[in-house]
């Protein structure tokens, strides 16, 4: 447990209309990520942090994003929420370890979007 | 074709038999991740391997990085031990890179 919290935890949505997920850590950690989870597919990144106000995107960035104003809260939007955006979302974050370019990652409890 | 693969997908096995989940992959790595994910559940990190072996419990979790290859082994396995288990690959230009995750199930 690296203090990651995830609201909220369980959503159902209608399409089209505008959704944000939040992620929160007590670490202060650098790295933040957020993925999807999906049947049939590993988990998937969408946006990454690598600090205040820098991001990035994931391979699967499309009809996201995020914004990160302060450590401790990465934030993730769908602009207008679709039905293939229905999924469970995980944030995590990046721990370094000892060895140059080793890293543990930790995620949150998860977040269940429904899209109708 | 993928670029961490898992095998196999799926397996069910008696409680106490000696668990295999293999994992390979084809690009550089600096580091290999086991993880495992309970039904409904959050994502844990099992291993972090960069060569040889680690051992926490009845988890043992080996690479060969000549052979882009690792193992998770479970020992004396039980039905708590049901599970996805998870491959992950962070890669030399600081990417992870997910296998599909191998679904165990342990019958009582």
């Known amino acids: 447990d690296a203090g990651i919290t995830q609201s909220p935890r369980h959503k159902v949505t209608e399409t089209g209309t505008p959704v944000t997920l939040r992620c929160h850590q007590t670490e202060n950690h650098r790295y933040m990520y957020w993925y999807r989870q999906d049947p049939g597919h590993g988990l998937r990144l969408i946006h990454y942090?690598?600090?205040?106000?820098?991001?990035d995107k994931g391979e699967v960035s499309d009809g996201y994003s995020v914004s990160r104003s302060k450590t401790e809260d990465f934030l993730l939007t769908l602009e207008s929420a679709t039905s293939s955006q229905t999924s469970v979302y995980f944030c995590?974050?990046?721990?370094?370890?000892?060895?140059?370019?080793?890293?543990?990652?930790?995620f949150g409890p998860g977040t269940r979007l429904t899209v109708t | 074709k993928n670029e961490v693969e898992q095998s196999p997908q799926n397996l069910t096995a008696q409680e106490g038999e000696f668990i295999t989940i293999n994992c390979s992959y084809s690009v550089g790595i600096s580091a290999l991740h086991w993880l495992q994910q309970h039904p409904g559940g959050g994502i844990v990190s099992l291993f972090m391997l960069s060569s040889g072996k680690k051992k926490h419990g009845r988890l043992i979790a080996t690479i060969n990085i000549q052979e882009k290859h690792s193992s998770l082994h479970i020992t004396a396995s039980h039905p708590r031990d049901s599970a996805v288990y998870i491959c992950?690959?962070?890669?030399?230009?600081?990417?992870?890179?997910f296998g599909k995750g191998t679904r165990l199930h342990i019958l009582p």
């Open positions: 995590a974050i990046r721990r370094n370890q000892g060895l140059a370019g080793t890293y543990e990652q930790y």
């Open positions: 992950a690959v962070g890669t030399r230009d600081d990417k992870i890179i």
């Open positions: 942090s690598y600090g205040v106000k820098d991001t």
